[in-house]
């Protein structure tokens, strides 16, 4: 074969020309190792946050800690093969990882090796785990909007490129059925998505890869994964690494979307690797510095200046909180380090009402900015219709007399509110929401009977992909909510609702 | 602070005299104190000799030359299929 | 000679008397009832003519409204149709891109095999070739020649070690 002999006169022409060297170099030794942590003894010139090779199989360590007489080294691996006296070795870098377009729709761990059993994942380029945020003079205020498809978000707690929104709430709220369902409104829009999974169970990681794979999204996306199977050191590594890679595509000017599931479980592994490490404990047990890992973090999302390219990085973070308290120690960090926050409650969950998002105590700090104008305007009304709503629905509670005016109000407020809802997994384009927004503020649902809302919903959606698409896409495109494309769209709507009852 | 007097002296073949001094006389020039060497026998070495004082290691094994060039041939490029389209 | 009665005169005032009573009361009745009787059937035939003609105009326009049916059916056929059409291509263009992703797909998974055994053919000939070259020198290594890897290796580090220490001092 041509190719044994290519392999043959290379390796011939390497050997000829090969000089032998000595090797100085530094040896430590391995003084104990235990949960993850390893003491290194030796190695003087080793410094913080430098990479170490323990052993004789190429395990990866970070240090973490310098003491009198020993370094203190996180171990990324599987260190149970590791003894006392094992050889220690410096590799003077830092950590890194590999960044590129050769890792979308591939799982990896946070080091890059892959998990999804397809092969090594060779990458063109290499990015630092651990590096700074680009500093404000690179940076431009969020304008661009980034669309979930979520009609709730879009309208009234609009997210921007370059945002980080945090979305908390108590386990099994659907916070990252949200998540995914922004990663899947991405497909086509030219958006590089990444999902971390820090410290998840395996099966639910498995079940989000499908989901990606279900709805063609994971051709866009990047998994990083760490079970809660895998050392502490890796996951906490798992987030800084996604962000890494994140930060490859984004410098190149490109958009990219990142999860962080969940930074809650980030905090336990940080507060256990420390402990180990013997820091002085905090409030929690936390370590000092747990909001700055956080805010290194996150700070690293950003909408980049022209002037750098005018990629940007959106993040999610997901936090879970106990018994809805957002008030705890690393909620009330995040909260304070993100632009807004989307707040998922159980009792709304319990009701059936999903998205369970708590719209009055959700907010996004960008919001407007980063609203196409004309859902701006719509979602103006919306806003206003639904705060009347809840007002009057804790009066009407208490079965009091009410005229008909007030009635009418709450049956409207009711319509539009069952109008947002929505189901999992099926993101609506912007023209669609738009269209639904304005429909519900404008009263049109009010001559249809509550419980065939939904069914009128999806009658409309489907109407509308097939008669009106020119004017779905007028909708997403134009400037300004012009009178002409409001009558066209009041047309569209009052004809639609005298087939629909027509029909009932 | 380095351990000083015992350095570990590895070779592949039981050290002769003429070899021990050579390690002696060339090893005095960077280790101030006195010290005293501690023979040890690897034959996986091949050849050549490696010697560890404190964490200092000095590498001059036929095995650790080996290993380097088989890594330097590994990581060639334009082995992949793309050149033998 | 014809003997005028006074009968015959009676007979035949008898018979005009007839003739007249017969006359108004039944000629008369008689014949206009014969008279309505063919005015009504004239009035009949006519009326027969009317509806005769009225039909005629509705099925002249059930015609007409049929032909248009017909034409609307055919134009909706013809819609149907192209919409039918349509569709197919629509699908058939989706199959076809499809087909091409999975290709694409299969021929990646393919070259990434590839490399994959490329890589692994490569290790195997590096192995073997390390072998084969420890055998040999495990052979070739005499004392002389240990003694003068020795000697040229270690005096090199050395040098740097020294080179350093001085770097090192003067700093």
Not at chain 1, 129 to 158: E, N, W
Not at chain 1, 328 to 343: A, E, H, L, M
Request: net charge negative; charged share 30%.
């Amino acid at each position: 074969m041509a190719i044994t002999s290519d392999v043959l006169k290379r390796a011939r022409e390497i050997v000829t020309t090969y000089q032998p060297e000595p090797e100085i170099g530094e040896v430590g030794e391995v003084l104990e190792v235990q949960d993850g942590i390893a003491r290194v003894r030796g190695l003087r010139r080793a410094m913080l946050g430098e990479v170490l090779l323990f052993g004789r199989r190429g395990l990866r360590g970070q240090v973490l800690g310098l003491e009198r007489e020993c370094l203190q080294c996180i171990l990324f691996g599987d260190y149970t093969a590791l003894h006392t006296g094992d050889p220690v070795f410096r590799t003077g870098g830092v950590l890194e990882v590999p960044a590129g377009e050769e890792l979308l729709g591939r799982v990896v761990n946070p080091l890059g090796e892959p998990l999804d059993g397809e092969g090594e994942v060779v990458c063109r380029g290499r990015k630092r785990v651990f590096s700074p945020a680009p500093p404000v003079i690179d940076r431009v205020p969020v304008q661009r909007p980034l669309l979930t498809g979520i009609k709730i978000i879009d309208a009234m707690i609009p997210l921007g490129k370059g945002q980080r929104e945090l979305i908390i709430g108590d386990r099994r709220t659907g916070k990252t059925t949200i998540a995914l369902d922004a990663i899947l409104n991405q497909r086509g829009k030219g958006v590089f998505c990444i999902y971390v999974a820090i410290g998840q169970r395996l099966a639910n990681i498995t079940q989000v890869v499908e989901v990606l794979r279900k709805y063609k999204a994971l051709e866009y996306t990047i998994v990083v994964a760490t079970s809660s199977e895998d050392p502490p050191a890796l996951v906490y590594l798992a987030p800084y690494a996604g962000c890494a890679m994140g930060e490859y595509f984004m410098e190149q000017g490109e958009d990219v979307l990142i999860v962080y599931d969940d930074l809650t479980k980030h905090a336990v592994a940080y507060r256990s690797l420390s402990l180990l490490l013997r820091r002085p404990p905090g409030r929690e047990s936390y370590p000092g510095d747990i909001f700055y890992i956080h805010s290194s973090l996150l700070e690293r999302s950003a909408q980049l200046a022209e002037s750098r390219g005018g990629g940007s990085m959106t993040a999610l973070p997901i936090v879970e909180t106990q018994e809805g308290d957002i008030a705890s120690y690393i909620p009330t960090n995040i909260i304070s380090i993100t632009d807004g926050q989307i707040y998922l409650a159980s009792d709304l969950c319990n009701k059936g009402f999903f998205p369970a998002i708590n719209i009055g105590l959700s907010v996004s700090r960008v919001g407007g900015e980063a609203q196409t104008p004309i859902m701006k305007k719509v979602a103006r009304r919306l806003r206003l219709d639904l705060a009347q709503y809840f007002e009057l629905e804790e009066f009407a509670r208490f079965g009091a007399d009410l005229d008909v005016i007030t009635r009418k109000q709450l049956e409207h407020g009711k319509r539009v509110l069952e109008l947002m809802t929505q189901t999992y997994f099926a993101p609506l384009p912007l023209g669609v929401e738009i269209f639904e927004v304005f429909a519900a503020t404008q009263g049109f649902l009010d001559s249809i009977p509550l419980e065939k809302v939904k069914l009128w919903e999806q009658q409309l959606v489907a109407h509308l992909y097939s008669e009106h698409r020119p004017l779905l896409e007028r909708l997403e495109k134009e400037r300004d909510l012009t009178q002409d494309l409001e009558e066209e769209m009041r047309k569209v709507l009052a004809a639609f609702n005298e087939q629909f009852l027509a029909g009932a | 602070m380095r351990d000083e007097e015992r350095v570990r002296v590895v070779t592949p073949f039981p050290l002769t005299g003429e070899q021990k001094d050579i390690i002696s006389a060339k090893l005095s020039r960077i280790i101030p104190k006195p010290f005293t060497i501690e023979e040890e026998v690897d034959p996986s070495l091949i050849g050549g000799v490696v010697i560890l004082w404190g964490e200092l290691l000095i590498d001059c094994s036929v095995k650790t030359q080996l290993e380097r060039l088989r890594e330097r041939i590994l990581r060639e490029e334009g082995f992949s299929h793309g050149d033998h389209q | 000679m014809i003997r005028v009665d006074r009968s015959i005169i009676f007979q035949i005032v008898n018979f005009v008397a007839l003739v007249l009573l017969l006359f108004r009361f039944l000629f008369k009745p008689v014949v206009k009832a014969l008279d309505a009787r063919s005015s009504h059937i004239r009035g009949e035939l006519e009326r027969i003519e009317e509806e005769k003609r009225s039909l005629e105009e509705e099925r002249k326009k059930l015609e007409e409204e049929l032909r248009n049916l017909k034409t609307k059916y055919l134009e909706m056929l013809d819609q149907a149709n192209r919409e039918a059409q349509r569709i197919k291509e629509t699908i058939i263009q989706e199959a076809y891109r499809e087909a091409e992703k999975i290709k694409r797909d299969y021929e990646r998974r393919a070259q990434r095999e590839i490399e994959r055994i490329f890589t692994e053919l490569r290790e195997d000939i590096v192995d073997i070739a390390e072998e084969v070259v420890k055998k040999i020198l495990k052979t070739q290594i005499t004392p002389e020649v240990q003694t003068q890897i020795i000697e040229d290796m270690l005096e090199e580090a050395v040098r740097r070690i020294e080179a350093e220490m001085e770097i090192a001092h003067e700093g």
